[in-house]
């Protein structure tokens, strides 16, 4: 890495933790233009820390960051993953599902990092099809294990309302937590099913600790604040 690039690494990377911030986007802008006057607005590296640094810094840089996405000759698996998981995290939902299959397009296979943004734009869009293709190409690709992933699915599968399916990935996954016990929680409670959790059927009692039965009580209050608030 030249010591020009090395110098502007350093600049993002302070934006990255938030230090240096004075001018916002403006100042983003400043650094962008200085890789294009310098020929590094193609270096995928020193793109990526741009992009993350707009995402950081406010939910209305999304047409700079498609700009300058844009304008990459050759965006790597970094470049995309860095796409799909700022525009999610703005709720953004239906352009991560553009970029993924941009993604795919191109001939990128997802990795751990994009099936839990991918599958949490399926969730909230209900997008349940997408969803099923996705959990094929998770068993595919081996992350059948990735409690991040298992807890996207779970999500998926309990806001489409597949509750089995939704129990059956709950089931696999090795150390539950807050986020895919308040998945299934709510998905039975939007169907009415939630006295199915008391049952013998659905309780391995057994096989249940004192941390797991503490994440389920969290989950549980969790979800009933949550539904008071939207009563």
């Known amino acids: 890495m030249t010591p020009n690039a090395l110098e502007i690494k350093k600049i993002l990377l302070l934006f990255q933790d938030g230090v240096g911030l004075g001018g916002g986007l403006n100042r983003l802008k400043h650094v962008h233009a200085r890789l294009i006057r310098l020929g590094l607005d193609q270096d995928n590296y020193l793109l990526n ?6 995402f950081n810094h406010s939910a209305n840089t999304t047409h700079y960051t498609q700009l300058i996405f844009d ?3 050759q965006p790597n698996m970094y470049l995309y993953n860095t796409m799909i998981r700022g525009l999610v995290s703005h709720d953004h939902f239906y352009q991560s599902i553009e970029f993924y299959h941009l993604m795919r397009k191109e001939g990128f296979l997802p990795n751990r990092f994009t099936f839990p943004f991918v599958l949490k734009a399926c969730s909230r869009l ?3 099809q997408l969803g099923v293709k996705l959990h094929t190409l998770v068993v595919k690709a ?5 409690v991040f992933v298992k807890t996207g699915l779970v999500c998926l599968y309990a806001k489409c309302g597949y509750l089995e399916s939704a129990r059956k990935v709950f089931d696999e996954i090795p150390e539950k937590n807050v986020v895919s016990c308040t998945a299934l929680i709510s998905g039975y409670i939007d169907v009415g099913r ?3 959790l008391r049952s013998k ?3 391995r009692k057994v096989q249940v600790g004192f941390p797991f039965l503490f994440v389920c009580m969290v989950a549980v209050i969790s979800v009933l604040v949550g539904y008071h608030l939207n009563r």
């Open 194 to 196: 939630l006295a199915l």
């Open 71 to 73: 304008q990459t000759h």
């Open 201 to 203: 059927k659905d309780v």
């Open 142 to 146: 081996g992350f059948v294990c990735n």
């Open 49 to 54: 820390l741009v992009l993350k640094s707009c």
């Open 126 to 128: 209900s997008d349940y």
